[in-house]
Nanobody, 122 residues
Framework: QVQLVESGGGLVQPGGSLRLSCAAS????????MGWYRQAPGKQRELVAT???????NYADSVKGRFTISRANAKNTVDLQMNSLKPEDTAVYYC????????????????WGEGTQVTVSS
């Protein structure tokens, strides 16, 4: 069982910055991918940024150059630094971890945080 706790959401003006943090606890496998997804009103949940335990990153095109993901594997934490925020970034942001088993048959499992609201408005 894995639990994810998010923090750092809030209200910010366009052009401002926020830093989201997520801490994972429980049975964390060595091979995993941690990251952030978001869901805006009336839209489907979408990937924002992820980073594997090996250091590989993946960003949505809409946030490249503005958002930076980082993680501390030993602490099971992942952060998202969000700069130059735009109104279209407004959404509930969810922390995600995908655990990957490499011993035996391939297997993966996703766990999600409860979400934190990010609102960008003047």
């Amino acid at each position: 069982q894995v639990q994810l706790v998010e923090s750092g959401g809030g209200l910010v003006q366009p052009g401002g910055s926020l830093r989201l943090s997520c801490a994972a606890s429980g049975s964390i496998f060595r091979d995993n991918i941690m990251g952030w997804y978001r869901q805006a009103p009336g839209k489907q949940r979408e990937l924002v940024a992820t980073m594997s335990s090996g250091g590989n990153t993946n960003y949505a095109d809409s946030v490249k150059g503005r958002f930076t993901i980082s993680r501390a594997n030993a602490k099971n934490t992942v952060d998202l630094q969000m700069n130059s925020l735009k109104p279209e970034d407004t959404a509930v942001y969810y922390c995600n971890i995908r655990l990957v088993l490499t011993a035996g048959p391939p297997f993966s499992m996703d766990y999600w945080g409860e979400g934190t609201q990010v609102t960008v408005s003047s």
